[in-house]
């Protein structure tokens, strides 16, 4: 069977300075799903830890999306697709400080955000 893909263009005149703050604002977008398995947060933990991060963000009136976007990624060898998060640095560090579980690397990541805190607040 044939499928046929459509797409719609959006013609519309654009706000380039809107676009231009846009492509700004994603330049934070520094880290991603891969920074978090590094940082130790087990694949299966990510998703709920992204979630409570974001409900964190929600409850002190932030809007998540200025520190999570997801971006959908299809993996040809097993034809699945999976959820690729880029997060800002606080976004990133909400992951951290909320991964369900924690082990040595989280753990040690955990302390490190405490430490940079208590700089901050002493300085």
């Known amino acids: 069977m044939n499928t046929i893909n459509i797409i719609r263009y959006d013609f519309r005149l654009h706000d380039q300075m809107a676009e231009f703050k846009e492509k700004l604002h994603q330049m934070e977008f520094i880290y991603n799903t891969g920074h978090l398995a590094i940082a130790g947060v087990l694949p299966a933990d990510i998703n709920t830890a992204v979630r409570n991060a974001m409900k964190v963000c929600t409850i002190n009136n932030v809007e998540p999306a200025d520190h999570f976007r997801s971006l959908y990624v299809f993996n040809e060898k097993n034809h699945a697709t ?42």
């Open 82 to 123: 999976y959820c690729e998060w880029l997060m800002s640095r606080q976004g990133f560090a909400l992951v951290i400080i909320n991964a369900p579980h924690t082990n040595a690397t989280v753990a040690r990541w955990q302390w490190e955000l405490v430490n940079a805190m208590q700089l901050s607040v002493g300085s």
